[in-house]
T-cell receptor, first 117, second 112 residues
């Protein structure tokens, strides 16, 4: 059972370009979370999605950022008109669901390191 | 301020010694999790402890949870150089969506 897959692993963009980050959850997992990690910091929650639905986007910047998790295919985190401050590691995590006693542990992908020049 | 805050921020020990890291949080929780992150890599899930549990073991790892003090500790016994990494605690903040709130992490260096 492959783990959470993310691609690309490294992405370089110039200011003003678009960045698309992809995440394939573990097989059987229907819950996807995106987190951002700035250098020397912990991870910050961005958005939580289930298939075709955004459940919680309270951590997403109001502009330029969007996320989707279509019925078929990976989850996509899209950043439009990137700025230098968007440079960070973006991690995706998946979990199988809520379980009987709260949400299950989340399994993380290797991350995409975005560098904005 | 941070939901989860670890201390110390950095810890350096000799191989074979024990390493203890602490985590404090502010809100009620359903569970608390500990993760390890090697430099430049993704997070590896270590252990999950539920709010009704007080202690949990996994191999050389021992986690305690004190909900009255809103704190948790991670003990790594008989440390190895391969344990060198950053360690993060994460809480769900009693969220019904399962989103995790991470602390700043403790950077552990184990010297051979």
């Amino acid at each position: 059972n492959a783990g959470v897959m993310q691609n690309p692993r490294h992405l370089v963009r110039r200011r003003g370009q678009e960045a698309r980050l992809r995440c394939s959850p573990m097989k059987g997992h229907s819950h996807v979370y995106w987190y951002r990690q700035l250098p020397e910091e912990g991870l910050k929650f961005m958005v939580y999605l289930q298939k075709e639905n955004i459940i919680d986007e309270s951590g997403m910047p109001k502009e330029r950022f969007s996320a989707e998790f279509p019925k078929e295919g990976p989850s996509i985190l899209r950043i439009q008109q990137v700025v230098r401050g968007d440079s960070a590691a973006y991690f995706c995590a998946s979990s199988p669901g809520t379980g009987t006693s709260g949400h299950n542990e989340q399994f993380f992908g290797p991350g995409t390191r975005l560098t904005v020049l | 301020s941070q939901q989860g805050e670890e201390d110390p921020q950095a810890l350096s020990i000799q191989e074979g010694e024990n390493a203890t890291m602490n985590c404090s949080y502010k809100t009620s929780i359903n569970n608390l999790q500990w993760y390890r992150q090697n430099s430049g890599r993704g997070l590896v899930h270590l252990i999950l402890i539920r709010s009704n549990e007080r202690e949990k073991h996994s191999g050389r790892l021992r986690v305690t949870l004190d909900t009255s003090k809103k704190s948790s500790s991670l003990l790594i016994t008989a440390s190895r150089a391969a344990d060198t990494a950053s360690y993060f605690c994460a809480t769900d903040g009693s969220s019904n969506t399962g989103k995790l709130i991470f602390g700043q992490g403790t950077t552990l260096q184990v010297k051979p």
